[in-house]
């Protein structure tokens, strides 16, 4: 399957993924709009957890209990994307 | 284990609880213990699930079956710790005979200043985890369960003590999760529980009592990928107002050498189920899974 219309960020946030959770998956057949945790990937909350730490560590953005908007921005690898891109310090 | 458990309706409506923290207040422990005996009477002629629960779980664990005087205890001993909350939440923690064993364990982790996962066991009473204030230490303790399927034990502590209330963090969602992070990342404890599986939860099959039952892998891999140290908690009934509270260690020297993220949950989970095992044959009426723990779970 090829990710229709992934930006850059989205396809190395893909292979963060992957590589964090230890997935069988392709990087490449995550879809951007698609649920990254529940029945997609069968990922959990502490999976969601785990790569919240990827994330700090990669992107210098640190997920915190108190935002608001936690939920949306686990709902997909676009939304993920989207609030590393405006929080990234690195 | 099973979801058995979720399927049986908390017995003993909200009216019964109110009377009890009235009774519990009002007119002391001692006579409130006295109502305890027709209370369990009542559920033991009336609620044979979990009578029957009981008494396979007698016999697995003693070996021989039980008796109604056994069972009966049983009952009692649930009962009491259920009223002992009243006082515990209140912090009337004079009223108790607590001794502490393993106190040196949790000191030690602490002071790596990383705070630790209490890992616990529905056996005896959990909530005697608050008793550890009393020893002069000031300990940031947050407690992780699923309040929704609990929502008298949530009445009763919001009534009586709301600030603790504001300790339990709803479990479910990444949003709980990173406030355990927080929590232990400021040298806090977070307990959690590793015996009862939810739907949420990925589970193992253990051997349990020489028979093979599901166990949740939750607390400890979280406690794996937060890299936080394990301890092990049991706050055992003794009879009377005697209450033994326990901490072990559980990261061997296999886990420490490894990166904790690496380990094996598997093994770990069983590990812990076989512990759970050896403090069940201790104190076997502290046992307060009343559903059929062995039916495997789907």
């Not at chain 1, 029945?39 to 994330?55: R, V």
């Not at chain 2, 050498?257 to 076989?274: K, L, M």
Request: with cysteine.
């Amino acid at each position: 399957m090829e990710q229709s219309g992934a930006s850059l960020l989205e396809r190395d946030l893909a292979k963060l993924i992957v590589q964090t959770l230890k997935l069988k998956a392709d990087p490449a057949a995550i879809e951007p709009e698609a649920a990254l945790f529940g029945e997609g990937l069968g990922l959990d909350s502490i999976d969601a957890l785990e790569l919240s730490l990827a994330i700090s560590q990669t992107y210098g953005y640190q997920l915190k209990s108190s935002d608001p908007q936690i939920k949306t921005i686990f709902s997909s690898l676009r939304a993920l994307a989207a609030a590393i891109e405006k929080n990234r310090t690195k | 284990m099973s979801l058995a458990w979720r399927q049986q309706s908390e017995r003993g409506s909200h009216t019964g609880i109110r009377v009890m923290v009235w009774v519990a207040q009002v007119l002391g422990r001692p006579v409130a213990r006295l109502l305890l005996y027709p209370i369990c009477v009542y559920f033991l002629l009336g609620s044979w699930p979990s009578r029957r629960a009981i008494a396979q779980f007698r016999k697995l664990a003693l070996g021989r079956p039980a008796g109604w005087g056994e069972l009966f205890r049983h009952y009692h001993a649930f009962a009491s710790t259920i009223l002992d909350r009243v006082y515990f939440l209140r912090g009337q923690f004079d009223l108790f005979d607590i001794r502490f064993h393993g106190l040196d364990v949790l000191d030690r982790e602490l002071a790596k200043g990383r705070g630790c996962v209490l890992l616990g066991a529905h056996l005896g009473s959990f909530e005697a985890v608050r008793a550890m204030g009393l020893l002069g230490r000031q300990l940031d303790i947050r407690i992780l369960m699923d309040e929704q399927n609990a929502p008298l034990i949530r009445g009763l502590t919001q009534a009586l003590n709301p600030a603790m209330a504001d300790t339990v963090i709803q479990s479910g969602g990444v949003q709980a999760l990173l406030q355990v992070k927080e929590c232990l990342e400021r040298g806090g404890i977070v307990g959690a529980m590793g015996d009862r599986v939810t739907p949420q939860d990925h589970a193992v099959a253990c051997t349990f009592f020489g028979h093979e039952a599901q166990f949740p892998t939750g607390a400890i891999r979280l406690a794996r990928v937060v890299q936080a140290p394990v301890v092990l908690f049991f706050g055992l009934y003794r009879g009377g107002n005697r209450y033994e509270v326990r901490l072990e260690s559980f990261d061997d020297d296999a886990l420490l050498s490894h990166n904790r993220r690496d380990a094996d949950v598997t093994r770990d989970v069983q590990r812990y189920a076989g512990r759970l095992e050896e403090i069940c044959r201790l104190a076997p009426d502290n046992w307060f899974n009343f559903y059929d723990v062995w039916h495997r779970s789907n």
